[in-house]
DNA sequence: TTTGAACCTACAAACGGTTGCATTTTCCTC
DNA sequence: GAGGAAAATGCAACCGTTTGTAGGTTCAAA
């Protein structure tokens, strides 16, 4: 490969000189020699090396990103993920940055921290990192810049940007308890994840602001995957007093809602009511089309990765997160609950019953 | 940040030494010399400098990505493209080496292969290229190892990791034709692309091998998306005979055939089979399931990688495209055509009809 | 005590750029 | 033609490593 030093010397010019012209440099290069230069650098296919320019610059163009590595080693690219990923690869591109993704599995401060003081990134983007680790405290110690997406709302001390899942949360159950639900489940997140943490603790929030109680047997754990979903759903609806609504941490579960559904021959909407987190595209494959919260995941990839890239041209920015809103979607899984119990339940009474009798049960 | 200079200094030693030390060189270094730099480099935080590693050892332990910039200067990151990175990510991340995204849209040979010279990668791994571009041709004059992901299937100088797409479809049509379909239409993929002109030919083929008329109503484009599909099927369904069986190039285009069959009442599978190609989790969201060729993408993007880790290692690798089989998974969106006609056409004779007429149309 | 082998360690030259400062050239002006 | 400012270019140090070679120890055997 062609380096700067075989430019110069098929011009008769420089180093500095060939680095001035091809940087356009602070110096006045005069015309023909700029020409000669540039017709150099075309005929031995020069391009600098990226490496030692970093090297001397200081600077890689770069920027790392970690996407939450919850209790595995992989990284898994998922639709929320691939959604972030797509975001931020289309505002780095644009200001000629590269996006490299961090494969190394983090395996705490200690062991994990000084690979990233390797200069091989100018910043770093964290996608929902785990709420238990010790990963975003110890990245902010290097004093590199970071931007953390969704990791617990309530942490304060870093650049972030989230989703008011919280406000989302508020408007998907208010939904649902102005339609008449009052047996409402709720089968959330990965336990390790700021998201999931914070839709359950608003669900249970709102549910006690109405005055309704959530008995534990309405709030089942899962890991955003349909499968979990399949499972929890299918214990739900086989209670006694099943539920009339189901609040998914997101469309992924809900996915798993409806195939338990479907098995047990429970309709939706009028024998069981679905609402998620998400608005993946998967929601308008399910049938009916999933009523779901409507995440902006561009606007927030974008947005992080603009924060990333001011901190690291040197723009200050405030140390906070930046929440975005995001919007109820209303389709086709919800609607009022049905009077008539199904055939697993007693027939008489009905819901009404389940609503009186799940008063007490709390 | 330190430098190997800080710890040589700190423990009077050279740097020669600790670089011995740091990367288990071939020199013995005596225990109580090795435990004072390892010490040392615990107390500093000290961590090598990847570019400074990379400009030495002309190694950047990186890997290229390129997803193929269809007729876009955007990065699409798909289903198909996040499980390929998935796989690539798993891989690469096992045997220490990091994963740019090439951010850069491709604009031509001329413009945009110098890029590729900066010595930011040890090789490239490009994923669906259009195959009316110039990248691979041009990428591998550069002699940088190369390995092509479903590229156009009968080009056979570049290293390459594809699906039997050809024997996939095969499967398919003789799927639908041997439950007695005869008018099948076919909506096509994104036209620059490998996989969707080989689905489009062995559908011709297969059905001429049949002696079935393909006419040109029955196939219509798409670009691998649900809204395209959407399209397409609404076009094929209000034709005045419609077909009974629709082969869409991928499930995203399939999930658009289903949102227009519930539109027009036409129900799947007893009035329309619907067999598509990939097998991504939407197919098992679609209701009814899909029947769709699974493709396996985790070996496809795993064995990419792992060609290209070799080449990158000096491991000499055959210059050859290196196919997986599909599988055709059967679920619940095919059955026999449905003799009676759907309201929308004459409720006499039926399908037969539309076969035997449909015969002289080609 | 010398000697040679076996070990260690340091020096310095890459790797391929950038950049401040020094130097040369060019072009005016008097 | 001399003088000087401005413009153009060159020199050399530096970015943080690796690595070949040379030099310095240590130690046992002679």
Redesign the interface.
């Known amino acids: 490969?062609a380096t700067i030093y075989d430019v110069a010397k098929e011009c008769g010019v420089s180093s500095a000189t060939v680095s001035n012209v091809v940087n356009n440099g602070p110096k006045p290069v005069r015309p023909e020699t700029r020409k000669k230069i540039l017709e150099a650098i075309e005929r031995l296919?020069?391009?600098?090396?990226?490496?030692?320019q970093?090297?001397a610059k200081q600077k890689?163009h770069?920027i790392g990103i970690l996407f939450g590595v919850v209790d595995s080693?992989?990284?898994?690219?998922?639709?929320y993920s691939?959604?972030i990923?797509?975001a931020v690869?289309?505002v780095?591109?644009c200001q000629?940055?590269?996006?490299?993704?961090?494969?190394?599995?983090w395996k705490g401060a200690k062991e994990s921290l000084?690979?990233f003081?390797?200069?091989?990134c100018d910043g770093y983007l964290v996608v929902a990192p785990p709420t238990d680790s010790d990963m975003i405290p110890a990245l902010r110690t290097l004093e590199i810049p970071l931007v953390t997406v969704s990791w617990l709302p309530d942490q304060r001390d870093a650049v972030g940007v989230d989703i008011d899942d919280s406000h989302g949360t508020e408007l998907l159950i208010d939904h649902l308890l102005s339609l008449g639900h009052r047996r409402i489940a709720h089968i959330t997140g990965h336990p390790n994840l700021g998201s999931a943490q914070v839709r359950e603790r608003v669900f249970r929030t709102q549910m006690l602001l109405a005055g309704v109680p959530v008995p534990n047997e309405l709030v089942l754990p899962a890991h955003y995957s349909?499968h979990d979903g399949y499972i929890a759903a299918k214990q739900l609806l086989q209670l006694p007093e099943p539920p009339t609504a189901i609040f998914a941490a997101n469309d992924?579960i809900a996915?798993g809602v409806?195939?338990a559904a479907?098995e047990l021959k429970v309709n939706i909407p009028t024998d069981l009511s679905v609402v998620a987190v998400d608005d993946r595209?998967?929601s308008?494959?399910?049938?009916p089309k999933l009523t779901t919260l409507h995440q902006p995941f561009d606007q927030v990839g974008q947005y992080a990765a603009q924060l990333l890239l001011q901190q690291i041209e040197g723009i200050e920015v405030e140390n906070k997160t930046h929440y975005f809103k995001p919007e109820v979607v209303l389709r086709e899984s919800t609607a009022t609950p049905n009077p008539i119990l199904r055939p697993t339940s007693d027939s008489n009474g009905g819901n009404q019953n389940a609503i009186k009798h799940g008063s007490p049960t709390q």
Chains 1, 2 share one sequence.
Request: charged share 10%.
């Open positions: 490969m296919n020069y391009h600098p090396n990226a490496f030692a970093g090297l890689t770069t080693a992989e990284i898994v690219i998922n639709a691939a959604a990923l797509q690869l289309s780095a591109g000629g940055y590269n996006v490299t993704h961090i494969t190394a599995p000084s690979a003081r390797n200069g091989r349909q992924e996915a409806y195939e479907r595209p998967l308008q494959y399910l049938s």
